[in-house]
């Protein structure tokens, strides 16, 4: 099979179109060895191996497959100050994610996932990302989810059939710590790039820990240097999945509500989207990465167990209640010492008044 190979600076509509793939098994040069690490609305994440020879170990790849046809169907609404701009098909998502990637690689960021090539078929676009690890934290029917404030598994998130022998990583403050300043690190970045990512969740954080210390069911026998890293501090953190980001307009404002409702912040949903009534970019992540925060350190997040619309509810009550306010978090919370840098860090990120909220940088420090 004769796979073209696209510099992400390029439009997806200057694509040569190639014969579709031989085996299911293969893309190019890659080999699948693990099925479904990831979806989305019109995607599929596969774990691919790097086949030829010259690579030893052989490197790991995710693989976003995206159906053309899907993207076609598909429409994405664009807002601006004045209201809709204008509606395209899932392409123009696409061609922005690709541009949004390739203008952060310039960063040089680590903790930024990056695009390793292209790959076009018929009917599918493959998008090849170097493999950055699992999800930090998974709150889905399929896998455990892991807390500081446990010793052990954490039930409200654990929902499979688990013996108690099975090995289970627990984060210590230290380690949800050391997370949170390369999530950060990121995040600045970003928004530096003048890049508002709006789907910062524990699903869209990768991390990547030597094997002793974290087992990930979704490979039932990986390879000994599975989750080998080589930073000192053995956790590499790595921000993924910019299929929502924008481009923040008017000096880092954005106009409409796209993201996940259990972490997006309160104002996206008390706002008509005018220019009198837009999105601060950065307090809009910050709000996400402090709940992203909060779900490490207690395996639970604390609006959880509500319908979409009554966590919409329940947000703008707050914003009319305590526009000055922060979050009020579950008992969970106090048993957290309050010595703790990233305690006090998380609670600022999840002030009500968006203004309130500390920018990536002002975070970060507060962790050195």
């Not at 793939?21 to 479904?36: G, P, Q």
């Not at 039930?155 to 688990?162: G, L, P, R, S």
């Not at 050391?178 to 789907?199: F, N, P, T, W, Y």
């Not at 709940?291 to 914003?319: N, R, T, Y």
Request: hydrophobic letters at 40%; one cysteine or more; glycine letters at 4%.
């Amino acid at each position: 099979m004769t796979v073209c190979m696209i510099q992400p600076s390029l439009s997806l509509d200057r694509t040569q179109i190639i014969k579709p793939k031989e085996s299911a098994n293969r893309v190019d040069c890659y080999r699948l060895i693990s099925t479904e690490i990831g979806e989305g609305t019109y995607s599929s994440v596969n774990l691919f191996q790097w086949a030829k020879e010259c690579s030893s170990p052989p490197d790991l790849f995710a693989v976003k497959s995206i159906s053309i046809m899907s993207l076609r169907s598909s429409q994405i609404p664009v807002y601006g100050p004045n209201g809709l701009v204008d509606v395209f098909s899932g392409r123009f998502q696409v061609d922005r994610e690709i541009d949004i990637l390739e203008k952060l690689s310039t960063s040089n960021s680590v903790h930024i996932i990056s695009i390793h090539e292209l790959l076009i078929e018929e009917d599918t676009i493959h998008i090849v990302y170097p493999y950055r690890g699992f999800p930090i934290m998974i709150y889905t029917d399929c896998v455990c989810a892991y807390s500081a404030c446990s010793d052990g598994r954490v039930e409200k998130f654990k929902v499979i059939e688990a013996t108690k022998s099975d090995p289970i990583h627990v984060f210590s403050i230290e380690d949800a710590t050391i997370c949170m300043r390369q999530l950060l690190s990121a995040v600045e970045v970003v928004h530096a790039h003048g890049v508002c990512h709006k789907d910062i969740k524990p699903e869209n954080v990768l991390i990547k820990v030597p094997l002793r210390r974290w087992w990930s069911r979704s490979l039932p026998n990986p390879p000994s240097d599975f989750h080998n890293c080589s930073e000192p501090s053995n956790i590499h953190v790595t921000l993924c999945d910019f299929n929502t980001a924008e481009f923040t307009q008017d000096g880092g404002k954005i106009y409409d509500a796209q993201g996940t409702v259990l972490f997006s912040p309160p104002e996206v949903f008390d706002r008509a989207f005018t220019e009198e009534q837009s999105i601060d970019a950065s307090a809009r992540d910050m709000w996400s990465v402090g709940m992203v925060g909060f779900a490490m350190l207690c395996g639970a997040l604390p609006i959880a167990g509500k319908s979409p619309i009554e966590i919409q509810l329940e947000l703008i009550g707050m914003i009319q209640d305590q526009p000055n306010g922060n979050l009020c978090l579950p008992s969970d919370w106090e048993s957290i010492p309050t010595t703790a840098p990233l305690k006090s860090t998380i609670e600022s990120m999840l002030s009500i008044d968006p203004l309130s909220r500390p920018s990536a940088t002002k975070a970060l420090d507060s962790l050195k």
